[in-house]
Each structure stands twice: as structure tokens, then as C-alpha cells.
């Protein structure tokens, strides 16, 4: 059940989108989310002061997804995944260099099937991708542009990202002067449970709890020396975010959509799909 700051919340955006005389059904919402995403592939733009480098992280198996040949180049609406979340970035004027990090001997196939046939703008390298995500992060940020004051980390397996919604994270912390970083994320919808070896052992207040997606933006000197000084102690971290926590770092939350999934099973393949696919018609 919602808390009542949660509806009142929602009831005041509803309010505030009508006042502007906005349709806030769900079907002009979907429409709206499909029409940025193709966008997107004809919106590439790069600022001649532009300060963030992206790095996409391609580089995973996809054990679980179960498809063979992995889930980077699986076509979403006739175009390899990777494409459309390279497109997002590319659609981004704050984004100078884009860096794919993916497995060394797939370097040449994925540039072939999810760059080269598009007119993309920003500058695009390869990074071969190592045997953790943490790794595959590190040696994006080699091969990144030291130039660039900021790096936008990204899941190459979240192909829906909104461009609106990478520039408002990367301002985020660019109007936060005491911030090391901003990620992406959205509010806990679900009541969460504390289980203990198959038993509920408690019920924590769900509204301190948020699902964390990418991208997630960082000054790129305190995610540099994050990123050494996780990789000389041994430390693993789930996201980026949390090697710059273990320093003391502080790091904003930027509400992001529910429709930024990642890829990650094959049911979720069916709600991109869902998603896209209807913008054909």
C-alpha cells in the first residue's frame, strides 16, 4: 500500500500536469516514452565544451538471460540492443566520448552490428571487458578521456534509458558542489520482508529503500582514485556508487523511471519489446 506522503506526492503531480493541460493517462505516457526512444538514433549532438565521458559496460554473458550468443547485440525493435543505449548517450550534448566496453574477441562484431550502421556523433572507442563488472569498470576508465570533469557509468542491458534523464543526473551533481556523485533510482513500491532462512523476520518502513539502476555519474578524480583504491584492497562492490561510499563520498539519488529495465531474464526481453515495438506502428 502507498504511504501517505507517497499519494500525496502522486496526487500533486497528477495536479500539477493537468494545470499544464498535459494528458497523464498511461497511453500518453507509453506513446511519449516510445517516440524519445526512436528519437534518440537522430538526436546525436555533442557541446564543444562538453564534460562527461560515458562508459557502457557490455561485457556480460548473459548466462541468465540463456541466449547463446549473449544479450548485447539481441534486437529490440529491429535494432541491436547495445544501439539504443549508446543512442541515449549520443543524444546527450553534455557526452564528448562514449567508451564500449565489451569482450575483447567480440570488439569488431559489436562495432559492426550496433555502431557502424548508425550516425552516431560522439566519438566512440573499444574497452575489452575483464572478468568481474568492477574490472570491466576500470578498464573503461583507462581507456577514457582523462579531460572529462565527470563519468556517467551505464548498463549496456538497460537499452530504455531516457537522454532527459542522463542530462538531469549529470546536473544533478554538477549544481551540487559537495557531492561526488548521483545515480539513478527509483522509490520501493513493494513491501520489503527481512527473511531468515526461509522465515520473515521483519517488515522495514519501505520509503528509506530504493531500487538503484545506471547511469550513475561521478567526478572523475574521486571515481579514479575510488576505483584504485578498491581494486589494491580487494573490495567488490555491487555498483560504482559504493566504492565512492566506502570512502566517506557522498553520493545523490536522481528519481529515476520505472521503465529503465535491465535485461537480465527473458521475461524482460518481452517488456522492452512490449515497449517498443508498438512505436512501428
Known amino acids: 500500500?502507498?504511504?501517505?506522503?507517497?499519494?500525496?506526492?502522486?496526487?500533486?503531480?497528477?495536479?500539477?500536469?493537468?494545470?499544464?493541460?498535459?494528458?497523464?493517462?498511461?497511453?500518453?505516457?507509453?506513446?511519449?516514452?516510445?517516440?524519445?526512444l526512436f528519437a534518440s538514433f537522430s538526436s546525436g549532438v555533442v557541446a564543444k565544451n562538453a564534460k562527461t565521458v560515458a562508459i557502457i559496460l557490455a561485457g556480460g554473458s548473459g548466462q541468465r538471460f540463456g541466449n547463446a550468443g549473449g544479450k548485447q547485440l539481441v534486437e529490440i525493435a529491429g535494432r541491436p540492443m547495445l544501439s539504443w543505449s549508446i543512442a541515449a548517450f549520443d543524444a546527450v550534448d553534455?557526452?564528448?566520448?562514449?567508451?564500449?566496453?565489451?569482450?575483447?574477441?567480440?570488439?569488431?562484431?559489436?562495432?559492426?552490428?550496433?555502431?557502424?550502421?548508425?550516425?552516431?556523433?560522439?566519438?566512440?572507442?573499444?574497452?575489452?571487458?575483464?572478468?568481474t563488472r568492477q574490472e570491466s569498470a576500470f578498464s573503461g576508465l583507462e581507456y577514457?578521456?582523462?579531460?572529462?570533469?565527470?563519468?556517467?557509468?551505464?548498463d549496456?542491458?538497460?537499452?530504455?534509458?531516457a537522454p532527459e534523464v542522463i542530462s538531469h543526473t549529470i546536473n544533478t551533481l554538477k549544481g551540487s558542489y559537495d557531492a561526488d556523485g548521483a545515480v539513478v533510482a527509483t522509490p520501493a513500491v513493494d513491501t520489503l520482508k527481512i527473511v531468515d532462512k526461509g522465515v520473515i523476520v521483519g517488515t522495514p518502513d519501505r520509503s528509506v529503500f530504493w531500487n538503484v539502476q545506471t547511469p550513475q555519474v561521478f567526478r572523475s578524480g574521486v571515481y579514479r582514485r575510488a576505483q584504485a583504491a578498491a581494486m589494491s584492497e580487494g573490495f567488490m562492490g555491487t555498483d560504482d556508487a559504493s566504492l565512492i561510499e566506502r570512502l566517506g563520498g557522498k553520493v545523490l539519488v536522481v528519481e529515476g523511471k520505472r521503465d529503465n529495465i535491465k535485461l537480465t531474464l527473458p521475461e524482460d526481453f518481452f517488456m522492452m519489446s512490449a515497449i517498443v515495438d508498438t512505436a512501428k506502428a
Open 144 to 154: 577514457a578521456d582523462e579531460a572529462f570533469e565527470f563519468v556517467a557509468m551505464h
Open 156 to 161: 549496456g542491458a538497460r537499452p530504455l534509458i
Open 94 to 131: 553534455d557526452i564528448g566520448q562514449i567508451v564500449v566496453v565489451c569482450p575483447p574477441s567480440r570488439a569488431a562484431e559489436y562495432r559492426h552490428a550496433a555502431i557502424d550502421p548508425f550516425d552516431f556523433v560522439t566519438p566512440i572507442v573499444m574497452a575489452p571487458s575483464g572478468g
Open 1 to 36: 500500500m502507498e504511504t501517505s506522503a507517497q499519494a500525496q506526492k502522486a496526487e500533486s503531480r497528477s495536479q500539477n500536469a493537468e494545470s499544464q493541460g498535459r494528458d497523464t493517462s498511461p497511453f500518453a505516457y507509453a506513446e511519449k516514452v516510445r517516440q524519445d
